[in-house]
């Protein structure tokens, strides 16, 4: 069972347009909500984190929107420009005993920003 | 670069071959962490290393074997691995939470690995 939703799996944007990207997730132990951003032939690199004690979360363009009641999360990626075209990664982690934490990991967006 | 590296980048091997799968971090951190990435899987996290003891394994398959031998080296040992076992093997590190650290992971650019 998919303990994170992502949506969608693919996505197109022109470039200077907003990109949208979902997460939904169920377990409410979760508190802490990072997006990773992966180019081809690199790792997954951190792109911006948010907490449930607040509701939004901006860094340059790219903006956290988080809605605890609905356990929903989102990246929105404003003015997106061609080198914006990745695959990003939602993840929720917790706790899972005092000293060790885990990472679950959403199934990806692939973004695609046409000049 | 991320501060984490790994080698090799590619590797092919045989279903009968022994082979290594090695990675380093630079940041001074004390957890590290093995991923397999398939296409249309989310991240599979293998095993998870806290001050060099193994704090997690996943249900993997002993033909995958692991070892820290100091925070800053990870191993992957492999042995008679399966076609399916083909995937991007990554890499990662953070401050551990132990150490009341963040918990964000550093990522290496993987090991893209192919099973014949």
């Known amino acids: 069972q998919q303990q994170v939703k992502q949506s969608p799996q693919s996505l197109i944007v022109q470039k200077g347009g907003i990109s949208i990207i979902n997460c939904a997730y169920e377990n409410t132990a979760f508190d802490y909500f990072p997006w990773y951003q992966q180019f081809p032939g690199k790792g997954p690199a951190l792109l911006i984190a948010i907490r449930p004690d607040v509701s939004e979360k901006k860094e340059g363009r790219f903006t956290i929107s988080f809605n605890k009641s609905a356990k929903q999360f989102s990246l929105h990626i404003m003015d997106s420009q061609p080198g914006d075209s990745a695959t990003y990664f939602c993840a929720a982690s917790k706790t899972i005993d005092g000293n060790n934490r885990k990472l679950i990991w959403g199934l990806g967006t692939s973004l695609a920003v046409n000049p | 670069e991320t501060g984490v590296t790994q080698t090799p980048r590619h590797l092919v091997m045989g279903m009968t071959n022994k082979k290594s799968l090695k990675c380093e971090q630079h940041l001074g951190h004390n957890a590290m962490y093995w991923y397999k990435q398939s296409a249309k899987k989310p991240l599979e996290l293998m095993f998870v290393?806290?001050?060099?003891?193994?704090?997690e394994n996943n249900s993997v398959p002993s033909r995958f074997s692991p070892e820290c031998p100091n925070s800053s080296h990870l191993f992957l040992h492999l042995h008679t691995l399966q076609p399916e076992d083909s995937a991007l093997y990554l890499c990662a590190s953070s401050q551990g939470p132990r150490a009341g650290g963040s918990y964000e992971q550093y990522f290496g650019p993987g090991t893209r690995l192919t099973v014949t």
């Open positions: 290393y806290n001050f060099k003891e193994q704090t």
